[in-house]
C-alpha cells in the first residue's frame, strides 16, 4: 500500500512537471490565447477580489436597511468613494515624497561605508563607488520622469478604461445578484455529482471569504503598526513607506521582506543606526503578526506550510506577473479543496476527506 501511495505521488509529480514543461514551450506559439485569457481573466479575477472583500459590509448594510439592493448599490458606491479619495491622496503623497526624497538623497552617506574594511575588501572586485554615482543618477533621472511615465500610461487609456470598466462591471453584479449567481451554479450543477460539486464549491468559497478578507484586515493592521514603527524610530517618509509596506503585505511571506526593502534604502542615507532600527521595527511587526494577528484573525483553517506559499507565490509570478503573485495563495488553497474533493468521490472516502458532506452543518453554505 505505501508502495503504491509512493508511486501516486511520484507520478502525479510527473504530469505536474510535464504541464509546465508544456506550458512553457507552447508559451511561444499560443502567445496572442495567452494575452486574450490574461485580459480576460483579470477583471474577473479581481472583481471576485473585491467581491469577497466588501462582501461583510454589503450584508452588514443589508441587515440595516432591510433591502438587499439598496445595501449592494451603497457598498459599491463605498468602494468608489473609497478607491478614487486613496489613489488620489497615495499618488500625490508618494509623488511629492519621491521628489523629495531624491532632491535630499546623500549619497555620500552611502560612499562612507566604503571607508570600512569589508567594503574594502568588495571594492577590490566589485566597483562599489561607481555603482552607487550611477544609482543616484538612475534615482535623479526616474523622479524626473513620473510624469513622463504617467503620459505614457495615459497614452494606453483605452485598454486600461475597459479593464476598469469590467472590473466595476463584475463587482457591482457580484454584490447584487449573489443570489441569481449560486441559484445558476445549484442548476448547473444538477446531476450524479451534484452532492459532491456542492460541497467543493462550498468549500471554496467560505475558504475565499477567509482569506481575502482577513488578508485585508490584516495588512491594514500592519500597515498602522509599520506607519508607528517608523514614527518612533524617526525614519522620514514614514506614511509613504509605510503605504508600500501594506501593499507588499498582500502578498505572503515574501511581501513583508520586499515592503522593508524600500525602509532600508531610506534608513541606509541616514546611517547604520536607523538600519538596525528599520529593521527591529519590521521584526518586531513580522513577529506580531505571524503569532498574533493573523492566528485571531484567519485562525487556523488556512494553515499552509510557508515553503509551499513561497513556490506557489514564485510560480504564479512568474506566470501572471504581479496578479499572480496576489494570488497564488487562493489559487493554491482552491486546488488543494477541488483534488481532495475529486479524491473523495473517487475512492468514496468521503468521511476522510476535510470537505464536509451534505447534511453537515457547513454542506449548504453557497
Known amino acids: 500500500m505505501a508502495k503504491n501511495n509512493a508511486t501516486g505521488i511520484l507520478v502525479n509529480i510527473a504530469l505536474v512537471l510535464l504541464i509546465i514543461y508544456l506550458f512553457s514551450i507552447t508559451q511561444k506559439f499560443l502567445g496572442p490565447v495567452y494575452d486574450i485569457f490574461i485580459f480576460l481573466a483579470t477583471p474577473l479575477i479581481l472583481s471576485i477580489y473585491l467581491f469577497y472583500a466588501f462582501r461583510p459590509v454589503r450584508d452588514w448594510l443589508a441587515k440595516k436597511t432591510k433591502r438587499p439592493d439598496l445595501s449592494a448599490v451603497l457598498t459599491f458606491l463605498l468602494f468608489i468613494a473609497c478607491t478614487i479619495g486613496l489613489f488620489t491622496v497615495t499618488i500625490s503623497m508618494i509623488y511629492n515624497q519621491a521628489q523629495s526624497f531624491v532632491s535630499n538623497l546623500d549619497m555620500q552617506a552611502l560612499i562612507r561605508y566604503s571607508d570600512t574594511e569589508i567594503f574594502q575588501q568588495i571594492n577590490r572586485y566589485v566597483p562599489l563607488n561607481r555603482y552607487i554615482a550611477q ?14 511615465v504617467l503620459g505614457g ?8 478604461g475597459s479593464l476598469i470598466l469590467l472590473i466595476l462591471l463584475g463587482l457591482f453584479y457580484l454584490l447584487k445578484d449573489e443570489e441569481q449567481a449560486v441559484a445558476t451554479i445549484h442548476y448547473l450543477a444538477r446531476g450524479k455529482y451534484y452532492s459532491r460539486i456542492m460541497d467543493i464549491l462550498g468549500q471554496i468559497h467560505r475558504t475565499l471569504e477567509t ?13 498602522v503598526l509599520m506607519f508607528i514603527g517608523y514614527t518612533i524610530i524617526g525614519l522620514p517618509y514614514k506614511l509613504s513607506l509605510a ?3 501594506l501593499i ?7 511581501g513583508p521582506f520586499l515592503g522593508a526593502a524600500p525602509a532600508v534604502l531610506v534608513a541606509l542615507t541616514i546611517d547604520f543606526a536607523m538600519v538596525v ?9 513580522q513577529q506580531l503578526e505571524g503569532n498574533v494577528i493573523t492566528p485571531n484573525i484567519m485562525g487556523s483553517r488556512l494553515d499552509i506550510h510557508p ?18 503573485a496576489l494570488i497564488a495563495s487562493p489559487l ?15 475512492y468514496h472516502k468521503g468521511a476522510q476527506c476535510p470537505i464536509p458532506e451534505e447534511g453537515s452543518p457547513n454542506a449548504n453554505d453557497l
Open 135 to 148: 544609482f543616484e543618477s538612475w534615482l535623479q533621472s526616474s523622479a524626473s520622469n513620473i510624469p513622463n
Open 153 to 160: 500610461l495615459l497614452s494606453n487609456i483605452g485598454t486600461f
Open 211 to 223: 482569506y481575502i478578507s482577513g488578508q485585508i484586515l490584516v495588512a491594514g493592521i500592519l500597515g
Open 243 to 245: 503605504a508600500i509596506a
Open 248 to 254: 507588499f503585505n498582500f502578498i505572503p511571506f515574501i
Open 277 to 285: 532600527k528599520v529593521i527591529v521595527v519590521s521584526t518586531i511587526v
Open 307 to 324: 515553503f509551499v506559499v513561497i513556490i506557489a507565490v514564485m510560480v504564479c509570478a512568474n506566470l501572471f506577473g504581479v496578479l499572480g
Open 332 to 346: 493554491y488553497m482552491v486546488l488543494k479543496i477541488i483534488i481532495h474533493g475529486i479524491r473523495a468521490e473517487r
